[in-house]
């Protein structure tokens, strides 16, 4: 059963409906207006056959709860949480545009040029979230907002989990989130870390940068297998247009076991960022280095032990690093340089009494 709102309909005595945008699996999303701060927002309706639910609705508020802490440029921002007669909303930021998923569809295959500003404004926003301590658990296409002056915004923390409640020994019997993006350790069960977050990011930009998913069936139990046991295609059989540097990391995103990913969407952008800067209107800057905190870390209130979390791939490929070698060079220089000085002038001493 799907909601019937009427035209014209007004939640809270406050947000007016204006027309449905969206749909989901587990809710409605309209185009409204609120009409206190006479602005314009998206409303999001959980469907009236989950009302009853005390799981979807826990996971509603859940979304509305993980969303709201979190202020940042590239996540939508999250304004009101309420309950009428026509049910439980969420009011947000409207963001005029479309999704990426659509735009992919649309485009098939994107050049480096359009792709990468996307991509680091989904590393932008991961990564602060990682940084608050939270995994969004469902990245995908679908929930990354595009505007016409190509403003990517995150959305749907639906399932997100906080890392402080995470057991990183706990096995989930249901999975929720998309079984295309899914990390393999998400659909095993196991626990979610960041690099979960990042593994899901790389299925999207592989499917950007080569028109297709690394791994495509139908099937969930062949699409388990195939992420566990088969290595994905090569993206630069598929578009030969690719660097073979940007394949190399897309590939390192998509390793079956955490450990060998970035470990959070900051790694992710730094290396990244080697591929060009972002227009100057989006006010994107290299993401701190900061310690990740794990699961168990924070679930026992300890302190991170201070480490740098960028690896050595990081180190390499990150066009922040120091060339010692480029310094070194130049001082050998400015040291010859100078110390020819007194030889010139011994010269010109030693002659110049021939011309007086």
């Given at each position: 059963?799907?909601?019937?709102?009427?035209?014209?309909?007004?939640?809270?005595?406050?947000?007016?409906?204006?027309?449905?945008?969206?749909?989901?699996?587990?809710?409605?999303?309209?185009?409204?207006?609120?009409?206190?701060?006479?602005?314009?927002?998206?409303?999001?309706?959980?469907?009236?056959?989950?009302?009853?639910?005390?799981?979807?609705?826990?996971?509603?508020?859940?979304?509305?709860?993980?969303?709201?802490?979190?202020?940042?440029?590239?996540?939508?921002?999250?304004?009101?949480?309420?309950?009428?007669?026509?049910?439980?909303?969420?009011?947000?930021?409207?963001?005029?545009?479309?999704?990426?998923?659509?735009?992919?569809?649309?485009?098939?295959?994107?050049?480096?040029?359009?792709?990468?500003?996307?991509?680091?404004?989904?590393?932008?926003?991961?990564?602060?979230?990682?940084?608050?301590?939270i995994v969004h658990c469902d990245v995908k296409?679908?929930?990354?907002?595009?505007?016409?002056?190509?403003?990517?915004?995150?959305?749907?923390?639906?399932?997100?989990?906080?890392?402080?409640?995470?057991?990183?020994?706990?096995?989930?019997?249901?999975?929720?989130?998309?079984?295309?993006?899914?990390?393999?350790?998400?659909?095993?069960?196991?626990?979610?870390?960041?690099?979960?977050?990042?593994?899901?990011?790389?299925?999207?930009?592989?499917?950007?940068?080569?028109?297709?998913?690394?791994?495509?069936?139908?099937?969930?139990?062949?699409?388990?297998?195939?992420?566990?046991?088969?290595?994905?295609?090569?993206?630069?059989?598929?578009?030969?247009?690719?660097?073979?540097?940007?394949?190399?990391?897309?590939?390192?995103?998509?390793?079956?076991?955490?450990?060998?990913?970035?470990?959070?969407?900051?790694?992710?952008?730094?290396?990244?960022?080697?591929?060009?800067?972002?227009?100057?209107?989006?006010?994107?800057?290299?993401?701190?280095?900061?310690?990740?905190?794990?699961?168990?870390?924070?679930?026992?209130?300890?302190?991170?032990?201070?480490?740098?979390?960028?690896?050595?791939?990081?180190?390499?490929?990150?066009?922040?690093?120091?060339?010692?070698?480029?310094?070194?060079?130049?001082?050998?220089?400015?040291?010859?340089?100078?110390?020819?000085?007194?030889?010139?002038?011994?010269?010109?001493?030693?002659?110049?009494?021939?011309?007086?």
């Open positions: 059963m799907v909601n019937v709102i009427a035209a014209n309909t007004v939640l809270g005595n406050r947000y007016h409906l204006i027309h449905q945008v969206g749909k989901g699996g587990m809710a409605l999303v309209y185009e409204g207006y609120d009409q206190m701060l006479e602005r314009p927002v998206a409303i999001k309706l959980l469907r009236e056959d989950f009302l009853a639910d005390e799981g979807f609705r826990e996971r509603f508020r859940q979304e509305a709860k993980s969303a709201a802490n979190l202020t940042h440029p590239n996540i939508v921002t999250i304004y009101d949480f309420g309950f009428d007669d026509n049910g439980l909303f969420i009011v947000m930021e409207f963001v005029k545009g479309t999704d990426l998923k659509t735009k992919i569809r649309e485009k098939h295959i994107f050049s480096v040029e359009e792709g990468i500003p996307l991509i680091l404004q989904a590393c932008a926003a991961l990564g602060y979230a990682h940084r608050a301590g296409p679908h929930n990354m907002l595009v505007t016409r002056d190509n403003r990517l915004k995150i959305t749907d923390f639906g399932i997100a989990r906080a890392l402080s409640t995470i057991d990183p020994h706990e096995k989930q019997e249901v999975v929720w989130g998309s079984p295309q993006y899914l990390s393999p350790e998400q659909a095993q069960g196991s626990a979610p870390t960041p690099a979960s977050d990042v593994y899901s990011l790389g299925v999207v930009i592989y499917e950007m940068f080569t028109g297709r998913l690394p791994f495509e069936t139908n099937d969930s139990d062949e699409l388990a297998a195939l992420r566990l046991s088969t290595d994905p295609l090569p993206p630069h059989l598929l578009n030969p247009l690719i660097p073979s540097a940007l394949e190399q990391i897309i590939l390192k995103v998509l390793s079956k076991e955490p450990s060998q990913r970035y470990r959070t969407a900051d790694q992710l952008g730094r290396v990244l960022l080697s591929f060009g800067q972002l227009p100057d209107k989006y006010n994107l800057v290299p993401p701190p280095i900061v310690p990740v905190l794990s699961s168990e870390t924070q679930s026992n209130n300890q302190q991170p032990p201070a480490i740098n979390t960028i690896s050595s791939e990081d180190e390499i490929i990150s066009p922040f690093s120091v060339d010692w070698k480029t310094i070194g060079l130049e001082l050998v220089c400015i040291l010859l340089v100078g110390g020819l000085i007194p030889f010139w002038l011994f010269v010109w001493f030693s002659i110049k009494p021939f011309f007086n």
